[in-house]
């Protein structure tokens, strides 16, 4: 795998041969989210994946990092890559930025993990749900030490449930730097970014989408999600033991439903 740093780029590791496909992580995670199933979807693709600006180790916007804003941002790294177009998988807020750089035209196919921008709301329970959940895991990760107790397996497994769906499956030293990463970020400018926004235009993509839910996910649920805003022939897959980041839950069944998208 090899890391790379285009200045005034995100960060991004690419891997593998085949058709593009680029992997965008949610909020407050980092590309190594992905790293379970790279070396699977490796073997027919060539994977990018990438910090979004703030995160990992890209340098933040200068601006409000809005969803159109880190989606131009992708944009111009799809640009640097040469790819008119590539595969789109993205997690949370990466499955919102996957859709709205398939609205201008650059996906062959979005694969959507838990996608976050579909409410039906953007108030009420849920909302308020999404609101006191982040604050437990980002405040959780300030706490002096938080890092270390992440090596934890039981520790690690009772604070983190719902954010993944089998917690335990994380190697510790990839839980103490994702807390690392989680209490550095540019979290709360993102998320205050996203405040009363709700992604639209959905009916303009002409290529296939698949948007998978998790039975474990507080965040992102099913009912609560407008499904209406994409084009009515979206292909739905559910899993009961995925948590809202599952790429550690379940790694081959995560790339098969990936691959299985590109081909929808």
Known sequence: MTDIDVSGLPRYSR????????????????????????????????????????????????????????????????????????????????????????????ARSVCALMPAGLWRSTGGTARVRRQVLFSVWVNGSRLPGAASLMRRSMLRTVVLFGLFGRP???????????????????????????????????????????VVFGGRDPLIRAAETDLGKLPSLVAVVAHKHLGHVPTWDDPDLVAAVIEDSTSA
């Open 15 to 106: 891997t593998g041969r085949g058709a593009p496909m680029l992997l965008i992580h949610g909020i407050g995670h980092r590309h190594h989210m992905w790293d379970p199933v790279i070396p699977i979807l490796a073997e027919h693709f060539d994977t990018v994946s990438i910090d979004l600006p703030g995160f990992g180790e890209s340098e933040p916007l200068g601006d409000a990092p809005s969803p159109a804003r880190l989606a131009d941002r992708v944009e111009l790294l799809l640009d640097e890559l040469g790819w008119s177009s590539a595969h789109l998988v993205g997690n949370s807020l990466g499955g919102w930025l996957s859709l709205e750089l398939a609205r201008r035209g650059r």
């Open 168 to 210: 335990w499956r994380i190697p510790s030293a990839v839980a103490a730097d994702d807390a690392r990463n989680l209490a550095t970020c540019d979290f709360d400018r993102t998320m205050s970014a996203l405040e009363g926004t709700r992604f639209d235009g959905g009916h303009e993509i002409d290529v296939p989408i698949t």
